[in-house]
């Protein structure tokens, strides 16, 4: 093989979350594929590598000046260079050059920087703008993400492309039938990071208590957010019906609750939706783009109001509503098939 015959995934930056799930999977599938012997892979040091990556690899510190050494140093050897984590390579190689973008809240930021918590979010998206030149297209999951990279200038429509890809074969399997499934349970697998709408979801569930109507709320808060643990402890106490598992696998709940409850305001992809939906479950969803690019959901409510949200769960109780229909595909295939071409 000779040196520039390798195609690089630079996975730097991506060490959990949906991110490292997607990197995960997409491990396994180069792994499995005639063409394993061709990729390269540059990881970050937190990331837990699937025991299928044995070999063709380079694990460096997550900084920014490790990663231009790198680029310098080695970025002559390969073919193609696919970068996972958002940012462009920090120099201009002689290959063509694809960049995964997947997160909305990056193009979010130039709108709002003049807000004190999205400083951080806006630096790192004067990173990408300055490294833009470095790549030829960005690689989204959603139409909805081409139309917010068009919209914030990085890329015209035609440099960005709509790939969803997500591992599903986890969720391939016969799950119950709805008719057996527990009653009247909800789930919302999500951390409590802003655009998820906790605040929103929590002052529905009280709405409905004050209602009299107690549906089971299956939620994942974590320790970084005490004042929703605390708001879920006291209305439990007024006897709503809240279950916070922390973290949990969500295939049990997905294979055993009748609906996906989906509040969220802003995804680059809303991977739950999917899975889901594979699962056999109904979808009562915010009203917006993002939805409606993966999912035709069975019910929609407004986000940002508790009465729509509450009255879109009465209605997923008390009446037959549809399942939803997927909309978005797994294009693995397609992804790959453009990485070794």
Same mark, same amino acid.
């Given at each position: 093989?000779?040196?520039?015959?390798?195609?690089?995934?630079?996975?730097?930056?991506?060490?959990?979350?949906?991110?490292?799930?997607?990197?995960q999977y997409l491990i396994e599938q180069v792994a499995a594929s005639p063409a394993a012997?061709?990729?390269?892979?540059?990881?970050?040091?937190?990331?837990?590598?699937?025991? &299928?990556?044995?070999?063709?690899?380079?694990?460096?510190?997550?900084?920014?000046? $490790?990663?231009?050494?790198?680029?310098?140093?080695?970025?002559?050897?390969?073919?193609?260079?696919? &970068?996972?984590?958002?940012?462009?390579?920090?120099?201009?190689?002689?290959?063509?050059?694809?960049?995964?973008?997947?997160?909305?809240?990056?193009?979010e930021a130039p709108k709002r920087w003049k807000e004190r918590s999205w400083w951080k *979010?806006?630096?790192?998206?004067?990173?990408?703008?300055?490294?833009?030149?470095?790549?030829?297209?960005?690689?989204?999951?959603?139409?909805?993400?081409?139309?917010?990279?068009?919209?914030?200038?990085?890329?015209?429509?035609?440099? &960005?492309?709509?790939?969803?890809?997500?591992?599903?074969?986890?969720?391939?399997?016969?799950?119950?039938?709805?008719?057996?499934?527990?009653?009247?349970?909800?789930?919302?697998?999500?951390?409590?990071?802003?655009?998820?709408?906790?605040?929103?979801?929590?002052?529905?569930?009280?709405?409905?208590?004050?209602?009299?109507?107690?549906?089971?709320?299956h939620v994942t808060i974590d320790h970084t957010a005490p004042h929703f643990e605390a708001?879920?402890?006291? *209305?439990?106490?007024?006897?709503?019906?809240?279950?916070?598992?922390?973290?949990?696998?969500?295939?049990?709940?997905?294979?055993?609750?009748?609906?996906?409850?989906?509040?969220?305001?802003?995804?680059?992809?809303?991977?739950?939706?999917?899975?889901?939906?594979?699962?056999?479950?109904?979808?009562?969803?915010?009203?917006?783009?993002?939805?409606?690019?993966?999912? $035709?959901?069975?019910?929609?409510?407004?986000?940002?109001?508790?009465?729509?949200?509450?009255?879109?769960?009465?209605?997923?109780?008390?009446?037959?509503?549809?399942?939803?229909?997927?909309?978005?595909?797994?294009?693995?295939?397609?992804?790959?098939?453009?990485?070794?071409?």
């Amino acid at each position: 093989m000779s040196a520039s015959d390798f195609i690089l995934i630079d996975g730097l930056y991506i060490n959990k979350g949906g991110g490292a799930v997607l990197l995960q999977y997409l491990i396994e599938q180069v792994a499995a594929s005639p063409a394993a012997g061709s990729f390269y892979f540059l990881l970050d040091p937190r990331f837990e590598k699937p025991a &299928c990556l044995t070999g063709n690899y380079t694990v460096i510190a997550n900084k920014q000046t $490790e990663r231009y050494k790198f680029y310098r140093a080695k970025g002559g050897r390969f073919r193609k260079v696919f &970068c996972f984590a958002n940012t462009p390579p920090p120099v201009r190689l002689k290959c063509p050059v694809y960049t995964y973008m997947h997160n909305q809240k990056l193009l979010e930021a130039p709108k709002r920087w003049k807000e004190r918590s999205w400083w951080k *979010l806006y630096l790192k998206y004067l990173i990408i703008k300055a490294f833009n030149k470095n790549t030829d297209y960005y690689i989204v999951q959603t139409p909805h993400m081409v139309q917010e990279m068009a919209e914030v200038g990085l890329k015209d429509a035609a440099h &960005c492309l709509s790939i969803p890809f997500y591992d599903n074969s986890k969720y391939a399997v016969a799950s119950p039938p709805f008719a057996d499934r527990r009653k009247n349970e909800f789930v919302f697998i999500s951390n409590p990071s802003p655009q998820k709408n906790y605040p929103s979801l929590l002052d529905a569930w009280e709405y409905l208590l004050d209602q009299g109507r107690t549906p089971v709320l299956h939620v994942t808060i974590d320790h970084t957010a005490p004042h929703f643990e605390a708001r879920v402890k006291a *209305l439990n106490e007024r006897g709503a019906k809240i279950v916070n598992h922390v973290y949990v696998d969500p295939r049990e709940l997905y294979f055993n609750c009748p609906f996906l409850i989906f509040p969220s305001i802003m995804e680059s992809f809303g991977l739950p939706l999917l899975e889901a939906a594979e699962s056999g479950m109904k979808i009562i969803a915010s009203n917006l783009d993002f939805v409606f690019d993966v999912v $035709e959901p069975s019910l929609v409510f407004e986000p940002y109001d508790k009465a729509s949200i509450a009255a879109a769960v009465m209605m997923a109780m008390d009446s037959e509503t549809g399942f939803p229909r997927v909309k978005a595909k797994n294009e693995i295939g397609k992804l790959m098939a453009l990485l070794t071409e």
